[in-house]
C-alpha cells in the first residue's frame, strides 16, 4: 500500500499563517452581504484585483517556476492550478450568492459542509475513512437538512440561498483538493497567481454572457470589494494555500469551520442578523458533524500518482521552494 507523502513538520510560521487565515475569511460573509452589487460582480473583482496584486511578484520572482507548469511533467501541475481556478470560481459563483440570499449564519455554516466533501473526495481518491467519519457526515448533513428546512419555512429566497451554500462547500473541497495536489511541489505566490487569475477570467465570462454589471458602483460597495481582497483573498485563501505544503486539504477544511462562530458574531454585531432560533441547532450540527468528520479523516493511503514529479526531479526545478 503506498505510503502518505511526506510533509515538513508545522512550525511558528504556518500556525500563525492559518490562525491569520481564519480570522481574515471570516469577515468573507458579511462583506458580501453588505455590498450593494451582484455576488458575481463582487466575486470577479476579488479575484482579478487579487491577482493583479500577485502577477507582477510572480512575473519578477517566479518566472522560471511559471515557464516549467507549461513544459514537460510540470505541465501536471499547471492542470492542477487551472483546475484549482475553476474549481474556484464555482465555489464563489454559488457560495456568494447564498450569503446575500440568507443570512450571513447560515451561509457560512453551509458552506463549512465543505470537511464532508473532502472526506468523500479522500475516499474516491482510495483512502480509507473510520466509521467516525461516516457519523460526522451524518450529523452534519442531518444538521445542514434541519438548518435548510428551517429557511423553507420562512422563504424560498432563503432556502434557495441554504442550497447554494451547500453546493459552495462542494466546490471549496475540490478547489482544496486540486490546490493540495499543486502546492506539493510549487510556490504559494506561483499557485495563487494561476489560481486567481484562472478563476477571475471564468467568473469574468460569466459575467459578460450573464449581463452582470461590473461598474459603477456606489464607495461604499468597493469599499467591501478592497477589504475582501486584502482580508478573505489575500490574507485568507492564499494563507490556506501556503499552509497546504505542511498540512492536508483535510485539516484545511477542518479549520475553516472556525469561519462560522467568527462570520455569525460579525453578522450579528454589524449586519444585526440574528440566525433564527430554529435553524441553530442545525447550523451547529453542521460545524460540529463536519469537524468531526475531517478530523478523523486522516489520510492512511496517498492517492495514485500523487506528485508527478520525482524528488529528483523536482529538485532540479527552480524557483520551487515554497514562500
Same mark, same amino acid.
Given at each position: 500500500? @503506498?505510503?502518505?507523502?511526506? +510533509?515538513?513538520?508545522?512550525?511558528?510560521? #504556518?500556525?500563525?499563517?492559518?490562525?491569520?487565515?481564519?480570522?481574515?475569511?471570516?469577515?468573507?460573509?458579511?462583506?458580501?452581504?453588505?455590498?450593494?452589487?451582484?455576488?458575481? %460582480?463582487?466575486?470577479?473583482? /476579488? #479575484? =482579478?484585483?487579487?491577482?493583479?496584486?500577485?502577477?507582477?511578484?510572480?512575473?519578477?520572482? !517566479? +518566472?522560471?517556476?511559471? /515557464?516549467?507548469?507549461?513544459?514537460?511533467?510540470? +505541465?501536471?501541475?499547471?492542470?492542477?492550478?487551472?483546475?484549482?481556478?475553476?474549481?474556484?470560481? %464555482?465555489? $464563489?459563483?454559488?457560495?456568494?450568492?447564498?450569503?446575500?440570499?440568507?443570512?450571513?449564519?447560515?451561509?457560512?455554516?453551509?458552506?463549512?459542509?465543505? @470537511?464532508?466533501?473532502?472526506?468523500? *473526495?479522500? +475516499?474516491?481518491?482510495?483512502?480509507?475513512?473510520?466509521?467516525?467519519?461516516?457519523?460526522?457526515?451524518?450529523?452534519?448533513?442531518?444538521?445542514?437538512?434541519?438548518?435548510?428546512?428551517?429557511?423553507?419555512?420562512?422563504?424560498?429566497?432563503?432556502?434557495?440561498?441554504?442550497?447554494?451554500?451547500?453546493?459552495?462547500?462542494?466546490?471549496?473541497?475540490? &478547489?482544496?483538493?486540486?490546490?493540495? !495536489?499543486? /502546492?506539493?511541489?510549487?510556490?504559494? #505566490? #506561483?499557485?495563487?497567481?494561476?489560481? &486567481?487569475?484562472?478563476?477571475?477570467?471564468?467568473?469574468?465570462?460569466?459575467?459578460?454572457?450573464?449581463?452582470?454589471?461590473?461598474?459603477?458602483?456606489?464607495?461604499?460597495?468597493?469599499?467591501? *470589494?478592497?477589504?475582501?481582497? =486584502?482580508?478573505?483573498?489575500?490574507?485568507?485563501?492564499?494563507? $490556506?494555500? &501556503?499552509?497546504?505544503?505542511?498540512?492536508?486539504?483535510?485539516?484545511?477544511?477542518?479549520? *475553516?469551520?472556525?469561519?462560522?462562530?467568527?462570520?455569525?458574531?460579525?453578522?450579528?454585531?454589524?449586519?444585526?442578523?440574528?440566525? /433564527?432560533?430554529?435553524?441553530?441547532?442545525?447550523?451547529?450540527?453542521?460545524?460540529?458533524?463536519?469537524?468531526?468528520?475531517? !478530523?478523523?479523516?486522516? @489520510?492512511?493511503?496517498?492517492?495514485?500518482?500523487?506528485?508527478?514529479?520525482?524528488?529528483?526531479?523536482? =529538485?532540479?526545478?527552480?524557483?520551487?521552494?515554497?514562500?
Amino acid at each position: 500500500m @503506498p505510503t502518505v507523502p511526506h +510533509r515538513p513538520p508545522l512550525d511558528v510560521l #504556518t500556525v500563525g499563517a492559518l490562525a491569520l487565515a481564519v480570522a481574515s475569511v471570516s469577515s468573507s460573509a458579511p462583506l458580501v452581504a453588505f455590498a450593494a452589487a451582484s455576488a458575481l %460582480a463582487v466575486a470577479f473583482w /476579488r #479575484t =482579478a484585483l487579487s491577482a493583479a496584486v500577485l502577477g507582477p511578484v510572480a512575473l519578477t520572482r !517566479r +518566472r522560471a517556476e511559471l /515557464r516549467a507548469l507549461t513544459v514537460g511533467p510540470g +505541465r501536471r501541475e499547471g492542470l492542477y492550478c487551472v483546475l484549482a481556478g475553476v474549481a474556484l470560481a %464555482a465555489h $464563489f459563483a454559488t457560495w456568494m450568492p447564498s450569503a446575500q440570499l440568507t443570512s450571513v449564519a447560515a451561509a457560512t455554516a453551509l458552506g463549512a459542509t465543505q @470537511p464532508v466533501w473532502q472526506g468523500l *473526495i479522500a +475516499r474516491w481518491q482510495g483512502r480509507r475513512l473510520p466509521a467516525a467519519v461516516w457519523a460526522g457526515i451524518a450529523v452534519a448533513v442531518l444538521g445542514a437538512a434541519l438548518a435548510t428546512g428551517a429557511d423553507f419555512g420562512v422563504s424560498g429566497r432563503a432556502f434557495a440561498g441554504d442550497l447554494l451554500a451547500v453546493v459552495g462547500g462542494l466546490f471549496a473541497a475540490v &478547489y482544496t483538493a486540486f490546490g493540495e !495536489r499543486a /502546492r506539493a511541489s510549487i510556490s504559494t #505566490t #506561483t499557485y495563487t497567481t494561476v489560481c &486567481y487569475g484562472v478563476c477571475a477570467l471564468v467568473l469574468l465570462v460569466v459575467c459578460l454572457v450573464g449581463g452582470v454589471r461590473l461598474h459603477g458602483f456606489e464607495g461604499t460597495t468597493w469599499l467591501a *470589494i478592497l477589504g475582501l481582497v =486584502a482580508g478573505a483573498q489575500l490574507l485568507g485563501h492564499s494563507m $490556506f494555500n &501556503y499552509a497546504l505544503h505542511r498540512v492536508s486539504a483535510t485539516t484545511v477544511s477542518v479549520l *475553516i469551520l472556525l469561519e462560522a462562530p467568527g462570520a455569525a458574531v460579525i453578522g450579528w454585531v454589524w449586519l444585526g442578523q440574528l440566525p /433564527r432560533p430554529l435553524a441553530l441547532p442545525g447550523l451547529a450540527g453542521v460545524v460540529l458533524g463536519g469537524a468531526r468528520a475531517g !478530523r478523523r479523516a486522516t @489520510p492512511v493511503a496517498a492517492p495514485a500518482d500523487p506528485d508527478p514529479l520525482g524528488d529528483a526531479e523536482r =529538485a532540479r526545478r527552480p524557483g520551487d521552494a515554497p514562500d
